[in-house]
């Protein structure tokens, strides 16, 4: 990558933009696009009848960003800081290498947790099976995992990486005494959360201006992001109190 600065457009449509994206950026679409634009991080040049027309350097801007979201977990604010920074000339354009994204578990370390954590891989498909021998727990105890609603299938009856790191650790904490059953108040806590998140993006996933959905989606994850940073916290700070009474 040589440069993210924008230039003079050359006449390529969204359309044309989004074939040259989509061979390395899958899931990219043209709601994703218009997200970046209104929020800032990218400013096609307008035809005098409102039609956005892309330099090659809008869509090297677009990769610097679709790269960075996909390979380093940053979340927007981050990535357009940087390009601010790159623009006024105070920074130079890092390397940000298209390597294939590597299968990890959603993290719970402490500290501040990335809100690219959320985002979904739609190309990963677990067994039953396969969910078991990785987890390494038995058919009873996930049967337990499902009948309490720990963890969900897919449409297809399939699992995710987060169903595995969930099962395997039920199954550690079980090793403690706690059964499934007492898990439920870790669930029942974080449908309350999911609900709060749901009633501030689900207005704005409503809107009719170009990529709210996408602008939805982005606020679930940084609030989502920042729910398990607090929760996090919240549960350090409640075992050491419990640990000096």
Do not use: N, W
């Amino acid at each position: 990558m040589t440069a993210v600065r924008q230039g003079a457009a050359t006449g390529m449509s969204i359309g044309t933009v989004l074939d040259r994206l989509r061979p390395d950026f899958p899931d990219v679409t043209i709601s994703k696009i218009r997200f970046l634009e209104a929020e800032g991080l990218i400013s096609p040049e307008r035809t005098p009848s409102g039609y956005r027309r892309f330099s090659a350097a809008d869509i090297e801007r677009l990769r610097y960003v679709l790269t960075a979201q996909r390979d380093q977990y940053l979340p927007l604010k981050v990535i357009k800081e940087q390009l601010e920074a790159i623009d006024r000339g105070v920074a130079t354009v890092g390397a940000v290498d298209s390597v294939p994204r590597r299968p990890r578990a959603l993290a719970v370390a402490p500290g501040e947790v990335s809100p690219e954590e959320f985002r979904t891989d739609r190309a990963v498909r677990i067994s039953r099976d396969d969910l078991i021998g990785r987890s390494g727990i038995d058919d009873r105890f996930l049967s337990e995992l499902l009948r309490s609603g720990l963890v969900v299938p897919g449409p297809a009856g399939f699992f995710d990486e987060d169903a595995v790191t969930l099962a395997r650790t039920a199954k550690s904490m079980s090793e403690f005494g706690l059964e499934v059953r007492h898990l439920r108040a870790f669930k029942l806590a974080a449908d309350r959360e999911a609900g709060l998140v749901a009633q501030i993006a689900g207005p704005v996933a409503k809107g009719r201006d170009a990529g709210a959905r996408d602008r939805a989606e982005e606020m679930v994850r940084e609030l989502a992001a920042l729910s398990l940073t607090l929760h996090t916290c919240l549960v350090k700070g409640a075992v050491r109190g419990a640990l000096d009474r």
